[in-house]
């Protein structure tokens, strides 16, 4: 066991394959989520990156997935269909039981942060995970429909609909998280997991107080680069990218990082444009860096805590 602060920055999917690899190699860091794409559901606080982040690291996730409780039931979501509602949000039954207690505890006055440690603590997770603010934050994309959600344009409209911008809405005035910018001003580790960087990462680094907290931090910080070649593993990363004017390469991923990181962990299949990176003046490390089975989630790992 490899014994340093570390503390992941991370989004959905992507990371949680890492998260699980990091705890597999290392046994106790700080995971500050993103929080640009929770939403209001059917009367109810979701929080879709905090969530995969206290499943995983509860052993109950659906990472092939990508979301939600291994074997959940729907029967909560097809009632609500039998009554009329729109369900193009997937939640799962026992999912739900989430996002009422969390709604509850918000109800009773208590803020984000503290809930989801709570959730830490009664889902036996020995990690910390904590959201980036406390406050409202959402990431809506300007289409040509006009600005949406990020949940209505993914998933309610596929992510068809032409996009001309992003924006994080309430980044101006979001208060960072006291303890997220504690554990990252005393990391001597800061981990930039894969994640769509629009969507992810940027929304986390929108809260100022969390991007000083990266820039005054003494850690060494290393990224993952969620794009191989031209194309991100997998979602709308690229169409996001080309959005505010970057092509979804891994030496876009460095520019949209620039000052914030050391070095950028990018494919061995990239080796040949490792120059374009460091042209960015963002160190490159070159390896395995897709995660397709619990080995390559270790090995990826042990790459971003020791690069
Ligand atoms: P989302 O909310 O599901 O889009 O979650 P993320 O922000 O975590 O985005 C997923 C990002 O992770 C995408 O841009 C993918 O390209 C990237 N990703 C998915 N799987 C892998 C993987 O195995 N390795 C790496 N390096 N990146 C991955």
Not at 161 to 169: A, F, I, K, L
């Amino acid at each position: 066991m490899i014994e340093v602060k570390v503390v992941a920055l991370a989004g959905g999917t992507g990371s949680a394959k890492l998260l699980r690899g990091l705890k597999a190699e290392t046994g106790s860091f700080t995971v500050v989520s993103n929080v640009g794409d929770n939403f209001w559901n059917h009367g109810l606080y979701v929080c879709p990156d905090v969530d995969i982040a206290l499943y995983t690291l509860a052993g109950l996730a659906d990472i092939e997935k990508g979301w939600g409780i291994a074997g959940d039931t729907y029967n909560v979501l097809r009632q609500l269909a039998a009554l009329g509602e729109e369900t193009w949000f997937n939640l799962g039954d026992r999912d739900i039981a989430t996002h009422v207690f969390r709604t509850e505890q918000l109800a009773r006055g208590n803020r984000l942060g503290d809930i989801t440690l709570m959730f830490c603590e009664r889902l036996k997770i020995s990690q910390r995970i904590l959201p980036c603010t406390d406050d409202r934050l959402e990431t809506y994309i300007d289409t040509e429909l006009g600005p949406m959600h990020l949940q209505e344009f993914w998933v309610k409209n596929h992510g068809e609909p032409g996009v001309t911008g992003v924006e994080y809405r309430g980044s101006d005035g979001a208060k960072a998280e006291s303890r997220a910018v504690e554990a990252l001003e005393e990391a001597d580790r800061i981990i930039f997991c894969p994640a769509n960087p629009v969507t992810s990462i940027l929304p986390i680094l929108s809260v100022d107080g969390i991007r000083r907290a990266v820039a005054r931090s003494k850690a060494r910080k290393v990224a993952v680069s969620p794009v191989i070649g031209d194309s991100p593993i997998s979602g709308p990363a690229g169409k996001l990218m080309r959005a505010i004017g970057v092509s979804p390469t891994a030496a876009s991923v460095a520019r949209l990082y620039k000052g914030m990181v050391d070095v950028i962990l990018i494919d061995a299949a990239d080796e040949s444009r490792r120059h374009e990176v460091e042209a960015e003046e963002v160190g490159a490390r070159s390896g395995s860096i897709l995660m397709n089975d619990r080995e390559s989630e270790r090995g990826l790992a042990r790459l971003a805590l020791e690069a």
